[in-house]
């Protein structure tokens, strides 16, 4: 248990679906992450939240919408996906965006696009 | 641009027996270095983190990770592997100026322990 907890743990979607992921994380901290985990790829950076302002958006296709209503929740809005958007998606947290915290990642959801 | 290489995608070690998993970066200045582990069906946990100083770093469960600027690698080692080390393991460079916004994560090696 890490203090950052994802739901739903498994998705199964078809591609004119609009569905959406939740992560939460009971640890305090001001920034939160999303990462795209896909099979052989290194892990992906997709959105970047420090005090609830997004400061990065790592060229994500618009398709994938993220949402920061407070330090403590980040979602990732799904719709009309692509078959190769299936992967898990693995939010993190840290105290801050700065290089030297440490991050702390949520299990993941593990995202099927039919 | 910044990149990671773990060479091994798989490796197989007798439990009590070391380990040793390779990392290299390529980065214009030293940036500060990572290994995760990520067991199945759970998140990363970092095991060990160098900004500076001391080139040999300690982390959790075992682990330790010596950083050598001449070959730009960061190797992660155990010297008694036991079969809970059975995980997918990742390393990761930061620069020191910029944040995570910047962070790159190298393919994983998967350690399988046999008995």
New interface residues.
């Given amino acids: 248990e890490t203090g950052v907890t994802q739901t739903p743990r498994h998705l199964v979607m078809g591609m004119t679906n609009k569905k959406s992921l939740k992560c939460e994380q009971h640890l305090g901290h001001n920034a939160m992450y999303w990462y795209k985990q896909s099979a052989k790829k290194p892990l992906e950076l997709m959105f970047v939240y420090n005090f609830k302002e997004q400061t990065e958006n790592n060229s994500v296709p618009s398709r994938f919408s993220p949402e920061c209503p407070n330090s403590s929740h980040l979602f990732l809005h799904l719709h009309t996906l692509q078959p190769e958007d299936s992967a898990l998606y693995l939010c993190a947290s840290s105290q801050d965006d700065g290089s030297r915290e440490t991050q702390y990642f949520g299990p993941g959801t593990r995202l099927l696009v039919l | 641009a910044q990149s ?1 290489t773990q060479p091994d995608i798989h490796i197989t070690v007798s439990e009590g027996a070391s380990l040793e998993l390779r990392c290299n970066y390529s980065y214009g200045a030293t940036p ?1 270095l990572f290994w995760y582990v990520q067991s199945p ?6 095991l060990l ?1 160098y ?1 500076s100083g001391d080139t040999l770093v300690q982390g959790i469960k075992g682990f330790e990770a010596e950083f050598k600027r001449s070959q730009s690698s960061f190797n992660l080692r155990k010297p008694s592997v036991h079969w809970s080390d059975a995980a997918e393991y ?1 390393c ?1 460079v ?8 910047k ?6 090696t998967k350690l399988q322990v046999i008995p």
């Fill in positions: 990671v500060y069906g759970q998140g990363l946990q970092l983190k900004f990742f990761a930061v620069p020191a100026s910029g944040g995570y916004q962070v790159t994560f190298g393919t994983g």
